[in-house]
Structure formats: C-alpha cells, structure tokens
C-alpha cells in the first residue's frame, strides 16, 4: 500500500520519532519488512532506544506490525498519543489488504446464485414445453422460438452485473487520471520549483480555467517538454 509509507512518516516527524518501520507478519509470526526509516530497532541488549509498537491487523488476523524508534529513554505522552491516533489510522488502511478477497468472494457467491437461478428459470420454461408436446406444440414449430427467447432473456446481463461494470471503467479511468496528475505534478515540481501542493493547486485551477478534464491538463503538462525539445 503506498499511502502507509508517508503516514508513518507524518507520524514520525509530529511525535519526533527518529525512526518508524512496517512489517508484515505471517502465520508463523515471521516478519517481513516493507518499509523502514531512520533508526532501526535496537538488538537485543542494545541501550539507548525506545520503541513503540503496534499490531496491525487485517480482519481478525494479526498481519503486520507499525514501530516507531526514539533514542531515549522515555517516549512523552503527547508523541505517545499521536502514535495511538495515527496507528489506528494506519490499521484501517492496513485492512484494505483484505478488501479484493472480500470482494472477490461476494462476486463469486453472486456469480453462483446468478447462474443457479437462470439455470432454474430455464429448466423450468423446457420442463413446460415438454409437457405441452402433445397438444399446442405438437402442431406447431414455434418451440425452438419460445425457447431460444427465454433463454436469451434469462441470460441477458443483470442490473447487478452491469452497475458493476460501470463501477468498474469509473474507478479505472479515475486512478489512471490521477496517476497522469501525479506525473503531471512532479514534472511541475521539477521545472518550476513548486511544491506537490502548489502543483495540485496549479493542475486545478487551470483545468477550471480551460474548462478541460484534469487529465487532459496534465497531459499538456507532460506533453510540453517534448514539445520543446521538438523545437
């Protein structure tokens, strides 16, 4: 998750913390490191440090482990109270993790549900003209017809389906347009010395200005220096 990397660090630099890291554990209770700043945690028998560490955990398992380092002796309450607020900030995060597993087994149970009942309708409906072989359809060819119809229309996409493919090309276009403004922000940064707050400001205001989309702003950002290279 790349948003934890610069919470911790928020939370480092308010509590004064000389050092933070975040592991991920597994069943074993190995850790595994998946980023560290500053000061590493002090070994075993070393002095000079204190740590402050909280679980992290995504569902009911405990997933991850959030340290803070400090060289002293004694963490004030005022660094220990932001921690507490800022770990429970990053545990909500932290538990986005388990948010495409979830995801998944609620589409698959739907995906399960959906094709048992259009299996049933379907049954049902060739049960049916079975049944009326030997009086309406037994003259008539029209069978096939009926049939294919409800078949077409039971398989027709649901709402469901559909709404979740929207939902799905929405949240698509909307991180790839904010991953062109953030391209977009740090080629401001560079070339004109903003800062990434000025840069947003600045991709805002001119795409209210043009009245053109943010992300067509910030591909005339990205396009600019080619054009100038060009020439």
Request: glycine residues 6%; proline residues 3%.
């Amino acid at each position: 998750m790349r948003s934890l990397q610069p919470l911790a660090m928020i939370a480092a630099r308010e509590a004064k913390a000389d050092g933070c890291a975040i592991h991920q554990c597994d069943a074993a209770g190995q850790r595994q490191e998946t980023f560290s700043w500053g000061a590493q945690p002090p070994e075993e028998g070393e002095t000079g440090f204190t740590v402050a560490s909280f679980p992290l955990r995504a569902g009911e398992a405990f997933t991850g482990v959030l340290t803070f380092v400090f060289r002293g002796a004694v963490i004030s309450p005022r660094a220990q109270s932001l921690l507490e607020r800022i770990a429970a900030v990053i545990e909500e995060v932290w538990r986005l993790t388990e948010v495409p597993a979830v995801y998944a087994r609620s589409a698959a149970r739907i995906g399960e549900l959906e094709t048992a009942l259009a299996d049933s309708k379907i049954a049902d409906r060739a049960r049916g003209l079975l049944a009326n072989a030997v009086g309406t359809y037994a003259t008539n060819n029209d069978a096939i017809d009926t049939i294919v119809r409800h078949v077409e229309s039971v398989l027709r996409p649901s709402q469901l389906r559909t709404a979740l493919d929207q939902r799905t090309k929405e949240i698509e276009q909307e991180l790839a347009e904010r991953e062109l403004a953030g391209r977009a922000k740090a080629v401001l940064q560079s070339r004109y010395g903003m800062s990434e707050d000025q840069a947003h400001v600045h991709l805002r205001l001119v795409s209210r200005q043009s009245r053109k989309r943010l992300r067509d702003v910030a591909r005339d950002v990205l396009a600019e220096p080619r054009v100038q290279r060009a020439r």
